[in-house]
Every structure is written in C-alpha cells, then in structure tokens.
C-alpha cells in the first residue's frame, strides 16, 4: 500500500500541526499520565508541518512512502534537519527529545509519509506549543530554508 492509500485505510483526521493522524495507542492509567502513547501519522506530498514543541520525548517511526525531512531547533538556536526513511542517508527513527522545538516537510510528489510517532509519557494536547512562522524567522533566521519553496 501507498503512504497514501495506508491514511485513507485507516480514516485518518486532520492534526493542529498540519498532516492526518489517528491515535492507535492510549493506555489510560488508573492514576496519572500514562507513560508512553502512539499515533499513526501521515503528510502529505509537499506539506510541512507546523514547528511545535511538546513536554515529552517522542521517536518517529517511518513505515512507507516518501523521505520526510525533520527539522530541529535546539536550546541555543541552532538548526538540524535529519532524513526520516530508508533510503541512503536516512534513518528509520528519529528521537525529538521533550522540549525541541521541530516540524516536518515532505517532498512534493505523488506520495506522501506514513509514520508512527511514540511518545514518553504519552502526549497531552494541553503541553502542545505551536509556533507562528514569523515568529521563528525572527528568532531563528536560519529557518528560512524550510519555508522556501
């Protein structure tokens, strides 16, 4: 199955940050947060997400279609992209370790990403920071290039 035909299988929803997910993975403890949670996550060709940070670590799991870029900003500021796949250069796992700010950007094409993200300790929507695209160019001018087209 296509990265695309995966999302439709299994009736995805649009997600704040951009991109379709569904959550597959919610062991509710009877107190407190639970200590891990997964979602199915797809972008679309050409789409970039929205640059967030979350109060969690959380592991990107590739599973089919296009290489997907992840884009990182450290404490200090400085910019990474690493290579989401399994094509020469890429990994099939990233970690974004709690409180990175990130986002993700897929090739335009005819086929999107279909990925896992796992969460630890689960994620909770209340945590999630979003970030405006001026915002971060004023702070991080090196972001430029992710938003160029």
Not at 3 to 13: D, F, G, V
Not at 98 to 127: N, Y
Not at 141 to 149: G, H, I, S
Request: hydrophobic residues 35%; negative net charge; charged residues 25%.
């Amino acid at each position: 199955m296509t990265a695309k035909e995966l999302m439709r299988r299994y009736e995805m929803h649009t997600h704040v940050e951009h991109g379709a997910f569904l959550e597959r993975h919610d062991p509710s403890p009877s107190a407190g947060r639970a200590a891990s949670g997964l979602m199915y996550y797809y972008v679309s060709p050409g789409e970039r997400t929205e640059f967030h940070r979350i109060d969690c670590d959380e592991y990107w799991c590739y599973a089919e279609g296009a290489t997907l870029e992840l884009w990182t900003v450290s404490e200090d500021g400085h910019v990474s992209t690493a290579r989401l796949g399994t094509a020469d250069g890429c990994e099939p796992v990233i970690l974004v370790k709690k409180g990175m700010v990130f986002a993700a950007k897929c090739p335009a094409g005819d086929d999107g990403t279909f990925l896992s993200c796992i969460t630890v300790p689960r994620f909770r929507q209340e945590a999630l920071e979003l970030f405006t695209k001026e915002e971060l160019l004023a702070r991080f001018p090196a972001l430029c290039e992710f938003y160029w087209d």
